[in-house]
């Protein structure tokens, strides 16, 4: 069964789901920002599995979906040391207007 | 051709020139400003005769990066250009008279070009993966100059920044899975055959890209981060950021899935539109704080955008010589990029001198400061929609697209939303006439700093004067759903 | 291709550049005069130029696109050039005033170039050949003379600016709906050609005139959308001249008869039923103007109400399908101009050297300020209707019309307005010259000491001038003979 799943490339989409679930649920509910990166990443991750399934077939594998999650997984790791770099900031000195021409 | 790339290429080697650059890195500025503004009326020039593209590096499709520029890439180029110099000219002049701010201008340089680049690069890709990458970095520039105001504002962007780019990715694979390409003119070629996940997939995309444009009801994130943020940076994502996440959404459904929409989904958009033109102008009359106004302000005009949607098309078979929709939008968006920045410029000097961003600040300022008043009353009359302006083209265009195409309430949306930019604009100006006596300003760092707004304006102006040339440009090349209507188009 | 299609541009230009370096002139008054001088007597020329080809038939025209197919026309036919003239005489006569009246006082630079905007727009909106052109420079107009009515910031100008703003915006707004209405289904609309209603219902093309009308006028003042009119009486004298003469009740009532002529045309018009109502609701806001202006204690509120009652019988003459009627309404378009700047500059002469604003501290004041005083007399009993002066020429039209197209009330309304504008006007002139001096008035030799003949002597000239159209009703290039030309030319094929 597990075989013929994972023959399909089905066990890869299905797991990515799962994946993509798990990190839906904790992104929404969770309010500490550290928390919903973590679940940026899992998703994240579930979007590269989904990605990978669907160039498995048969044997052969499309090149296409491997350069992209290469690509896909730079970019989300740009994106969560920004975001982590950020959290610190707040953190640390709040949301420290220091621009006088901010004007709210 | 090659220079299509270096408009892509160029501006992310000055970001790495000003990295490189320290203490000298602003004076780029001087270098990029007139070469990426001459790069791209090349391009306007260019394209308005034949579309401009090729593949980079001579990769093939699936795994090179195809660069295309249509009439609308080639517009919005050259506006995004006007206005990104512009605004950089302005940076220059009021970055680093003092110390923090010095250290502030060696970060907003490299995120000042890096979001130019990746403004350009989502103009003229044609591939949804790698409008996917110009996306990211779009949004991490943005969200780094957004944290120059205020960071609280900028960490709300940011998640919703990354919820968008999730949604967007997830209906990205879908679409692959379905269809094997990410290629927009193929995937028009194959979609039919798998509807269903297709139009799934799109659905994700257009949720991610519906946040990232700051459309009603997702658009709570945008009025603080760009309220809260620096006149320049303001500028740059009132202006040019919300609108490129919106360009993908139009070669998604125009160009990837034209025939594939149903009425609901057209519907859908335009009312979203129409909901976020009223909504938006309602708050943006609320609102106490000058930049708080503006940035409801663009709310509500980002909600005219969507009303391509549902009009493209629309008084094509009536009247030949309005071209449905299409023009229209083309000139909103870069009327709105024009006149927005140029709005923002002007309220920063204005709040700089006056030492209030409130609206009882800026009593008699129009004494104190009269160019800088000028400059914000042509801007506001491009925003009102209001002739001689190229906000006026737009709204006259859409207009007659409604009615031709019998989808009046439509029009009462966009004369309503006129008169409501009217009253909430007004109030500043009103401000800034009244009272008999001259107030005392803070000097400003240099003095021909109101030129910046002021020029901004006289292109939004000249937009509407002299509206046949980018009409033109506009209209060349639009995709066939642009013409003839997004549910004509056989699958 | 030869340059005398370039004179509509050179028309608008001329304002065009005063309006740019007065703005840049701010700190140089006596350049800025001077370029305020010097083109609009260049304008004057050239409107000289233009009255002599377009009387021997020529017509000149200019465009450039908009986009493709909707074209920003200007096109001078006889009917523009009236407006033109109008506007180009009374331009010199409001600029040499304002130089005077504004002397001294801040933000000169601001107000010069704000008011050669205004100019430009009355060209442009005289001159447009296209609905969307007319549209583009009449918000020109709005726009402009938003910072005008505003000019002296005070809470009063500020309230009269919002005012001012909300009812003409609306019209706007109106106004546009009703265009696009109109050209989502009938192309482009030209004035040289009209617009093609075949694709409209009666009822569609009768809601579209409404719109047209309805936002035309809110500038016309037309009642109940009149209020902006006397609330902007907070401006300065020269505003006042340019709100009520020159330009902006001028441009609403000069669309009205673009609209019946140009875009429906009168027989469309009568053939849907719309001339009587737009003709007694001209007739009603000439009967409330005159009721409303002789309940006013205050000069400059009195000559408002009066312009309201006024500028109707423009619209009056236009929506009466008979030629006697539309050349009455199109020969009041001037002579109301000539006659109603004159008040307006006389009654900003009064407050500025006498410190007079109420009616009732004019006792007197004839035998102190006497040229001002009988140019205010002659345009006062001009308004009335007496002869010679113009005012006479165009109800004695309005009354033959009323009678040529079957309408004889019209007549009625027009013996009624003229015991009305008796009633207000002739006490106004029985305080100035028959009573005695009250002792508030400034001694003799105190006004010798302020005495300004460039505040003087404009009022005088307009007088003049609408006594001159009056007496020289029958020459060719009277008011009365052009309004004529325009009808026989354009009307009656």
Not at chain 1, 53 to 62: I, R
Not at chain 2, 277 to 283: E, P
Request: hydrophobic share 60%.
């Amino acid at each position: 069964m597990m075989e013929l799943l994972a023959e399909r490339g089905s066990l890869f989409a299905l797991t990515g789901a799962a994946l993509i679930a798990l990190g839906f649920y904790g992104f929404i509910m969770r309010r500490a920002l550290i928390r919903r990166l973590i679940a940026f990443n899992v998703i994240g991750s579930g979007i590269f599995l989904l990605f990978g399934g669907t160039g498995y077939f048969g044997g052969g594998v499309d090149p296409v979906p491997r350069a992209l999650i290469i690509t896909g997984i730079v970019v989300a790791l740009a994106l969560t040391a920004f975001a982590a770099a950020l959290a610190v900031r707040l953190a640390r000195s709040g949301d420290d207007d220091e621009n006088p021409e901010a004007g709210r | 051709m090659n220079l299509l790339f270096a408009l892509v290429a160029l501006p992310l080697l000055f970001m790495l020139a000003s990295l490189v650059a320290g203490r000298h890195g602003p004076r780029l500025i001087w270098l990029a400003a007139p070469l990426m503004t001459g790069l791209a009326v090349w391009l306007a020039m260019a394209v308005h005769t034949a579309p401009e593209g090729g593949a980079l590096g001579g990769w093939p499709v699936p795994l090179g990066i195809m660069l295309e520029a249509d009439g609308l890439a080639a517009a919005l180029m050259l506006a995004s250009a006007i206005t990104a110099a512009i605004t950089g000219l302005f940076a220059l002049g009021s970055y680093g008279t003092t110390r923090a701010e010095t250290t502030r201008s060696y970060t907003f340089w490299p995120l000042f070009y890096g979001l130019w680049a990746a403004v350009n690069a989502v103009l003229v890709s044609r591939d949804l993966f790698n409008l996917y990458v110009a996306i990211e970095l779009l949004s991490i520039c943005a969200v780094a100059l957004a944290a120059f105001g205020s960071r609280k504002a900028a960490m709300d962007y940011l998640m919703i920044a990354l919820a968008g780019s999730l949604a967007y990715l997830l209906g990205v694979v879908l679409i692959f899975a379905a269809v094997g390409t990410l290629d927009l003119s193929l995937i028009a070629e194959r979609a039919p055959e798998a509807r269903t996940s297709v139009l799934i997939g799109a659905a994700l995309i257009s949720a991610g890209l519906i946040a990232k444009t700051a459309l009603f009801p997702l658009h709570g994130w945008l009025p603080p981060a760009h309220g809260a943020a620096p006149p320049a940076v303001s500028a740059l994502l009132s202006a040019l950021v919300v609108k490129a996440s919106f360009v993908i959404l139009l070669r998604v459904w125009f160009e990837a899935l034209p025939g594939l929409t149903q009425p609901a989904i057209i519907t859908g958009f335009g009312v979203l539109g129409a909901a976020a033109i009223l909504y938006g102008s309602a708050l943006a009359l609320r609102q106490e704080g000058l930049k708080a106004l503006i940035a409801y302000s663009t709310v509500a005009q980002l909600g005219y955008l969507f009303l391509v949607f549902p009009l493209a098309g629309g008084g094509e078979a009536i009247t030949p010589w309005a071209a449905g929709a299409w023009g229209a939008m083309g000139f909103h968006a870069s009327a709105h990029m024009l006149a927005k920045a140029g709005l923002f410029l002007a309220a920063g000097l204005m709040i700089h001198a006056s030492g209030n961003g409130r609206m009882d600040g800026l009593t008699g300022l129009a004494r104190a400061m009269p160019v800088t008043t000028f400059a914000f009353a042509l801007c506001a009359v491009s925003l009102m929609g209001l002739p001689p302006s190229g906000g006026f083209m737009a709204k006259y265009l859409m207009l007659i697209s409604s009615l031709a195409s019998g989808q009046w309430p439509y029009a009462l949306v966009i004369i309503a939303g006129g008169l409501m930019a009217a009253a909430y604009l007004f109030r500043p100006l009103a401000r800034m006439f009244a009272g008999t006596e001259t107030p005392a300003i803070t000097p400003l760092p240099h003095n021909w700093l109101p030129l910046a707004p002021l020029a901004l304006a006289i292109a939004a102006m000249a937009l509407g004067l002299l509206s046949a040339a980018p009409y033109e440009l506009m209209v060349s090349g639009l995709p066939e759903a642009g013409e003839a209507g997004l549910e004509e188009v056989e699958p | 291709m030869n340059t005398a299609i370039l004179i509509p541009v050179l028309l608008v230009l001329t304002p065009l550049i005063p309006a740019v370096a007065s703005a840049l002139l701010s700190g140089h008054a006596g350049w800025r005069n001077g370029v305020n001088i010097g083109f609009a007597a260049l304008k004057l020329a050239l409107v000289t130029y233009a009255l002599a080809g377009v009387a021997a038939g020529a017509e000149y025209e200019w465009r450039i696109a908009f986009v493709p197919g909707l074209d920003l026309v200007l096109r001078l036919d006889a009917l523009a050039l009236l407006f033109v003239t109008l506007s180009a005489v009374l331009w010199v006569a409001t600029t040499l005033y304002a130089i005077a009246y504004l002397k001294g006082t801040p933000h000169q630079a601001r107000f010069f170039a704000f008011f050669n905007l205004c100019v430009v727009a009355a060209s442009g909106i005289a001159m447009s050949g296209s609905l969307i052109t007319f549209f583009v420079f009449y918000e020109i107009l709005t726009l402009a003379t938003w910072p005008l009515v505003v000019h002296t910031g005070s809470a009063k100008a500020m309230a009269a600016g919002r005012t001012y703003l909300a009812y003409t915006l609306a019209g706007s707004a109106a106004l546009l709906a009703g265009i696009v209405w109109l050209e989502s289904g009938s192309g482009p609309v030209e004035f040289a050609d009209g617009a093609d209603l075949s694709g409209f219902s009666t009822l569609s093309a009768s809601v579209i005139f409404v719109l047209l009308i309805g936002g035309l006028g809110a500038k016309t003042a037309l009642i109940p959308l009149h209020p902006w009119l006397p609330a902007a009486m907070a401006a300065p004298a020269p505003v006042s001249a340019l709100l009520h003469a020159v330009a902006v009740v001028k441009a609403g009532a000069f669309g009205v008869v673009r609209v019946i002529y140009d875009v429906y045309g009168i027989e469309t018009v009568a053939a849907l039923g719309l001339g009587i109502p737009l003709a007694a609701l001209a007739s009603a806001t000439i009967i409330y103007g005159s009721l409303q202006a002789l309940r006013q204690s205050d000069i400059k509120k009195r000559l408002a109400y009066s312009t309201v009652s006024q500028v109707s019988y423009i619209v009056l003459g236009a929506s009466l399908a008979g030629p006697f009627a539309v050349i009455g309404g199109l020969v009041h378009l001037v002579h109301q101009g000539l006659m109603k700047i004159t008040l307006f500059f006389g009654a900003g002469v009064l407050a500025e050297r006498a410190g007079i604003t109420g009616i009732a501290q004019m006792d007197g004041i004839g035998r102190r300020m006497p040229i001002t005083m009988a140019a205010f007399s002659v345009a006062a009993l001009g308004m009335i209707g007496v002869p010679p002066v113009a005012g006479f020429v165009s109800k004695w039209y309005l009354a033959l019309g009323g009678y040529q197209s079957g309408a004889s009330w019209v007549v009625g309304v027009l013996i009624a307005s003229s015991l009305l504008n008796a009633a207000y006007f002739l006490p106004m002139l029985y305080r100035a010259w028959l009573k005695p001096s009250a002792d508030t008035l400034p001694s003799r030799e105190a006004l010798a000491s302020t005495r300004t003949w460039l505040l003087i002597l404009p009022g005088a000239f307009t007088a003049m001038a609408a006594l001159g159209a009056g007496l020289f009703a029958g020459f060719e290039l009277s008011p009365l003979g052009w309004a004529t030309l325009i009808v026989e030319r354009i009307y009656l094929p």
